[in-house]
């Protein structure tokens, strides 16, 4: 496992995640560090141990102080014991040797061992990432408070080769990606580079709409060892090493993460569904300007729905709208919702204010919630719409180009009051609860708010040409 030059650090075999790609631009002091660290010795009590848990082993040595736990490790680096506390019995302590001292941690289990956030199935596998973890936080200090200086995420060179190759597949394959099942994982535009490389790619590809996105991190156990794509370094440890961008597949250390920038570039093969899905999630992995169960949806109802009486205040079959729902997460642009499937234009209706309604941030944000509620309130209507105006510039790119898109639609809609009998008025009482909700999950201000949101609806429909 050990590593003599950073060239051997950079070959398919150092990750077992067949997409990585792994440049000899990875630095290798921190890895080398992890191998340098102590393994765990386990001190074995001779004698048979009463009332041991049965989830500890042979190195559990029962009631004993802490001066006796110190000399049983016998000043061994990296010797280790479980022992009962004499001052509370039924809680346990790890009792560690390390920088010639015996540091001693309350020791929990719930299922997996413990002694801080991370988790894991055995003691031994506790007391080895304990071990490497003080090890290279006590060696390279300075060096980790350093990490985030100079990150090779702002200077990606390495990448500048690859680039044109990498634009002219995502090029390509553009059209086939689109018309691909959401949930196929077969035929990507990029394969087996890192997502870091993808981002470079994406970055100089014209035809990416250019959204602004955070990245969507979560912790992550990487299979092998890994390299932090922000600061280049070793991520060290046995599990829980970094985290991952669940939608574009960026690593990083947990540290470095809160410096990346907000430009994550979702991969659609991370992208499992349309509904439920982030709404610039969901855009920048289909490289739209909207959703495009919005636009499709719309096309439908402006095609053969605009004269249909109480269009979208009449509901359509419920099993049928999931039907729609599950066509989009299955099918993705090839769903096909035209009247030869779907003769009852109010099941399109429903499958788009299902959208809405599913979506996990409203396309009005929780962010601007209450600011819309209090441009709402204004009793003077020319400083209502002024004030509705300055919000609205508030919203995220993708969620503000949803909105004026719906917006010119329903105006549309409007202009058709005579056969449809649905004016801005009514369409804001469909469309209040469903393009805004409140951010806290209260019945109480969701029904105190109900005529605000409509009326800010009804607003948007009315003066759409203005405000947008």
């Known amino acids: ?101 015996t540091l001693n941690y309350r020791l929990f289990h719930d299922g997996k061992h413990f ?10 596998d506790l007391v080895t990432d304990g071990l490497i973890t003080l090890y290279i936080e006590t060696k390279a200090a300075e060096y980790i408070s350093k990490m985030t200086t100079n990150p090779i995420y702002e200077h990606i060179g390495y990448a500048t080769l690859l680039r044109e190759k990498v634009s002219r597949r995502l090029s390509r394959s553009k059209n086939e990606s689109r018309k691909t099942s959401v949930t196929n994982e077969e035929h990507t535009p990029v394969e087996k580079i890192s997502s870091l490389v993808r981002r470079a ?40 090493q970094g985290v991952r961008c669940s939608d574009c597949g960026l690593n990083v250390h947990k540290q470095c993460s809160k410096h990346v920038p907000n430009d994550c570039q979702p991969d659609l093969k991370r992208i499992k569904k349309v509904y439920c899905c982030d709404l610039t999630t969901l855009v920048k992995a289909h490289n739209t300007q909207r959703p495009m169960v919005v636009d499709i949806c719309i096309r439908e109802i402006e095609a053969r729905g605009l004269k249909s009486e109480g269009l979208y205040r009449v509901s359509g079959f419920t099993e049928h709208i999931e039907d729609v729902k599950m066509a989009f997460d299955r099918d993705g642009e090839k769903a096909d919702i035209s009247a030869n499937i ?22 009005i944000t929780y962010d601007t919630y209450s600011k819309f509620i209090e441009a709402a309130k204004i009793s003077n209507a020319d400083e209502r719409l002024e004030a509705v105006h300055e919000v609205l510039m508030l919203l995220p790119p993708a969620h503000y180009e949803t909105l004026r898109y719906l917006m010119i639609h329903l105006k549309k809609v409007t202009m058709n009051e005579k056969d449809n009998l649905m004016n801005a008025e009514n ?37 759409e040409d203005v405000l947008f």
């Open 201 to 240: 790619a994406l970055t100089h590809n014209d035809n990416h709409f250019n959204y602004e996105k955070t990245h969507n991190f979560k912790v992550h156990t990487f299979r092998g060892p890994h390299w932090c794509e922000y600061c280049a370094n070793f991520m060290w440890g046995l599990i829980a």
């Open 1 to 101: 496992m050990a590593a003599s030059s950073n060239s051997s650090l950079s070959g398919s075999s150092v990750s077992s995640d067949a997409e990585e790609y792994q440049p000899p631009i990875w630095k290798s002091y921190l890895y080398q560090l992890q191998q340098e660290a102590p393994r765990p010795k386990r001190i074995i009590c001779p004698r048979e141990v009463e009332n041991r848990p049965k989830y500890y082993g042979r190195e559990f040595h029962g009631i004993i102080s802490r001066e006796q736990a110190d000399e049983l490790l016998g000043g061994v680096e990296g010797a280790y014991i479980l022992r009962e506390s004499q001052r509370q019995p039924g809680c346990y302590t790890l009792a560690l040797r390390f920088g010639n001292q």
């Open 427 to 463: 369409l804001g009482i469909v469309f209040g609860p469903t393009l805004m909700r409140p951010p806290e999950d209260s019945t109480l201000t969701t029904l105190h708010d109900m005529r605000y949101q409509k009326l800010i609806v009804q607003i948007l429909i009315e003066n």
């Open 342 to 363: 779907y003769p009852d234009i109010n099941i399109i209706t429903g499958a788009l204010k299902l959208y809405f309604r599913d979506l996990p941030i409203p396309v």
């Open 115 to 124: 002694v801080g956030e991370k988790r894991f199935e055995s003691i031994h």
